[in-house]
């Protein structure tokens, strides 16, 4: 997911919440560290 359909458009409007709350996760977890604190 590029940067840019995270952070265009409303997501209120997107048609599949749970997809796309699944899309940002998995980007998430791909560039954030893994830091428990």
């Not at 699944?22 to 830091?35: F, R």
Request: aromatic fraction near 10%; charge should be negative; proline fraction near 8%.
């Amino acid at each position: 997911m590029s940067d840019t359909e995270l952070t265009s458009g409303d997501f209120t409007e997107a048609a599949e919440p749970f997809r796309l709350f699944a899309a940002w996760l998995d980007d998430a977890t791909k560039s954030e560290p893994n830091d428990p604190n």
